[in-house]
C-alpha cells in the first residue's frame, strides 16, 4: 500500500510539469482524506464560517480571492500572506441577531527567516440565558460564547503561485458546558503575470472536535471551494465569483414549509414546483456566489454581492425575497481603512459589520 501511495503521489509530480504545482497539488490531496464532506446546518462550530471584515461581508464572501495587500482578506485566505501585509492592524465588530455579536482583532507579522504570518482572535458571543430544570425550576442566567484562535501562514512558491496554511483552535463555552476543536485551513493561489487575475484553491475547517459538550463528536464545517477575481483593464472595479461546496454536489433539501412537490386534490397526481432541470439548476446556483468591488478616486470602495444559495434557503412564501444581497462601503484615507457592510441573511434580518484597518508601518516611519 505504501509503495502504491509513493507511486500515485509521484505520478502527480510527473503530471504536474513543475514541482511547485505538483506540490500544491499534493498539499490538497494530502488533506482531503482527513475532511468529510457537510452541508451547512448539519456540522458543529459555525462560527468558522462567518465572515471576519466588512470587506469580505459586503461582498458576499466567507473568503476572497484579492491579491491586493489585505491583512482581512489575508485572514480568510492565507495563501494571501505575503511580507506586504507586515505590520497590519484590524479591529473588527459584527451585530449579527438580537444579542449575538462578533468582535475581533488581527495583527500581521514577517519574521526574518521565518516568514510572513497573520494571528487573530475572534469572539463571539449568543448572549445571557435563563437557565431551567428538567423540572422547569429557575437555575440561574448562563452565558454562551465561542472564542477562534487564528495563526497562519503564507509562502510565494513562484511569481506566480503561492500557498498558505492557517491554524485555528476553538473553543465554546456554554454554560457548565466546554468543547475545544481544532481546524486548519489550507490554500493555493495563482496569480496571472500583470496581477490582473488571481484563483484560489481552498480546503477550509478541516480538523475535529478533541472535547466534546457530551462525548459526542460532531463534524466541522469543512468546505472545498475555488474563488477568484478580475481587475478589469479599463475599469476601476473587480469582479470576483466563487465555486463552493465542490466536496457535495446536492446542496438541496426538502422544506417541509415549502415542499417541492403538492398531491393535486382533484386528480391525486403528485405535481412538483420545478423540473427535472430547473433541479439541476437550482442546485448548480447554489455552489455560485459573485461579487463586485468599485473603487472611487482609489479612496472611496463600494462593494456589493449575491449569494444564490441564501436566498433559497432563507425565503419566505408570498413576502419579496432580499436574502442573499449584500452591500458594503469602503473609506481608504492615509494608512486607515475603515469598512461598512450589510448583509441580508434573511428579509428579517441583515447583520451589519465595522472593521477599522491601519498600516502601522505607515503610522509610524
Request: glycine content about 8%; charged content about 15%.
Given at each position: 500500500?505504501?509503495?502504491?501511495?509513493?507511486?500515485?503521489?509521484?505520478?502527480?509530480?510527473?503530471?504536474?510539469?513543475?514541482?511547485?504545482?505538483?506540490?500544491?497539488?499534493?498539499?490538497?490531496?494530502?488533506?482531503?482524506?482527513?475532511?468529510?464532506?457537510?452541508?451547512?446546518?448539519?456540522?458543529?462550530?459555525?462560527v468558522l464560517d462567518l465572515?471576519?471584515?466588512?470587506?469580505?461581508?459586503?461582498?458576499?464572501?466567507?473568503?476572497?480571492?484579492?491579491?491586493?495587500?489585505?491583512?482581512?482578506?489575508?485572514?480568510?485566505?492565507?495563501?494571501?500572506?505575503?511580507?506586504?501585509?507586515?505590520?497590519?492592524?484590524?479591529?473588527?465588530?459584527?451585530?449579527?441577531?438580537?444579542?449575538?455579536?462578533?468582535?475581533?482583532?488581527?495583527?500581521?507579522?514577517t519574521f526574518e527567516n521565518?516568514?510572513?504570518?497573520?494571528?487573530?482572535?475572534?469572539?463571539?458571543?449568543?448572549?445571557?440565558?435563563?437557565?431551567?430544570?428538567?423540572?422547569?425550576?429557575?437555575?440561574?442566567?448562563?452565558?454562551?460564547?465561542?472564542?477562534?484562535?487564528?495563526?497562519?501562514?503564507?509562502?510565494?512558491?513562484?511569481n506566480r503561485l503561492s500557498?498558505?496554511?492557517?491554524?485555528?483552535?476553538?473553543?465554546?463555552?456554554?454554560?457548565?458546558?466546554?468543547?475545544?476543536?481544532?481546524?486548519?485551513?489550507?490554500?493555493?493561489?495563482?496569480?496571472?503575470?500583470?496581477?490582473?487575475?488571481?484563483?484560489?484553491?481552498?480546503?477550509?475547517?478541516?480538523?475535529?472536535?478533541?472535547?466534546?459538550?457530551?462525548?459526542?463528536?460532531?463534524?466541522?464545517?469543512?468546505?472545498?471551494?475555488?474563488?477568484?477575481?478580475?481587475?478589469?483593464?479599463?475599469?476601476?472595479?473587480?469582479?470576483?465569483?466563487?465555486?463552493?461546496?465542490?466536496?457535495?454536489?446536492?446542496?438541496?433539501?426538502?422544506?417541509?414549509?415549502?415542499?417541492?412537490?403538492?398531491?393535486?386534490?382533484?386528480?391525486?397526481?403528485?405535481?412538483?414546483?420545478?423540473?427535472?432541470?430547473?433541479?439541476?439548476?437550482?442546485?448548480?446556483?447554489?455552489?455560485?456566489?459573485?461579487?463586485?468591488?468599485?473603487?472611487?478616486?482609489?479612496?472611496?470602495?463600494?462593494?456589493?454581492?449575491?449569494?444564490?444559495?441564501?436566498?433559497?434557503?432563507?425565503?419566505?412564501?408570498?413576502?419579496?425575497?432580499?436574502?442573499?444581497?449584500?452591500?458594503?462601503?469602503?473609506?481608504?484615507?492615509?494608512?486607515?481603512?475603515?469598512?461598512?457592510?450589510?448583509?441580508?441573511?434573511?428579509?428579517?434580518?441583515?447583520?451589519?459589520?465595522?472593521?477599522?484597518?491601519?498600516?502601522?508601518?505607515?503610522?509610524?516611519?
Amino acid at each position: 500500500m505504501k509503495s502504491m501511495s509513493n507511486s500515485f503521489y509521484g505520478l502527480l509530480l510527473r503530471l504536474s510539469g513543475r514541482k511547485s504545482w505538483g506540490f500544491c497539488l499534493l498539499f490538497f490531496v494530502a488533506a482531503l482524506p482527513a475532511a468529510r464532506a457537510q452541508v451547512a446546518g448539519l456540522s458543529t462550530l459555525s462560527v468558522l464560517d462567518l465572515p471576519s471584515d466588512a470587506r469580505s461581508a459586503g461582498i458576499g464572501f466567507d473568503y476572497v480571492s484579492l491579491y491586493d495587500n489585505d491583512l482581512n482578506i489575508s485572514l480568510g485566505n492565507p495563501s494571501l500572506i505575503t511580507p506586504a501585509i507586515n505590520n497590519q492592524f484590524s479591529l473588527g465588530y459584527e451585530n449579527m441577531f438580537g444579542k449575538f455579536n462578533l468582535a475581533s482583532a488581527a495583527v500581521s507579522r514577517t519574521f526574518e527567516n521565518i516568514g510572513s504570518f497573520t494571528f487573530g482572535l475572534k469572539y463571539a458571543g449568543y448572549g445571557r440565558f435563563e437557565g431551567y430544570d428538567e423540572y422547569e425550576r429557575p437555575t440561574g442566567t448562563f452565558v454562551a460564547n465561542d472564542f477562534l484562535l487564528s495563526v497562519g501562514w503564507g509562502k510565494a512558491v513562484t511569481n506566480r503561485l503561492s500557498i498558505g496554511a492557517a491554524f485555528k483552535p476553538v473553543v465554546s463555552q456554554y454554560e457548565a458546558y466546554t468543547a475545544l476543536a481544532f481546524a486548519v485551513d489550507l490554500a493555493a493561489t495563482y496569480i496571472s503575470r500583470n496581477q490582473r487575475f488571481a484563483a484560489t484553491l481552498m480546503g477550509r475547517n478541516i480538523g475535529a472536535q478533541i472535547f466534546t459538550f457530551d462525548g459526542t463528536g460532531e463534524a466541522l464545517p469543512f468546505e472545498l471551494s475555488l474563488s477568484g477575481s478580475y481587475q478589469l483593464k479599463e475599469a476601476p472595479f473587480r469582479l470576483l465569483f466563487a465555486l463552493t461546496e465542490l466536496q457535495t454536489w446536492n446542496l438541496r433539501y426538502e422544506d417541509p414549509l415549502n415542499p417541492s412537490a403538492t398531491v393535486d386534490a382533484f386528480s391525486g397526481e403528485t405535481v412538483y414546483r420545478l423540473s427535472s432541470f430547473g433541479k439541476f439548476a437550482d442546485n448548480l446556483g447554489r455552489h455560485v456566489q459573485v461579487g463586485f468591488e468599485a473603487s472611487i478616486s482609489k479612496i472611496v470602495f463600494l462593494r456589493l454581492g449575491y449569494n444564490y444559495r441564501q436566498m433559497a434557503e432563507m425565503k419566505a412564501a408570498d413576502a419579496f425575497n432580499s436574502a442573499g444581497l449584500s452591500f458594503g462601503l469602503g473609506v481608504r484615507v492615509k494608512g486607515f481603512e475603515l469598512s461598512y457592510a450589510r448583509n441580508n441573511y434573511h428579509y428579517m434580518q441583515a447583520p451589519n459589520f465595522i472593521t477599522l484597518s491601519a498600516d502601522l508601518s505607515r503610522l509610524f516611519k
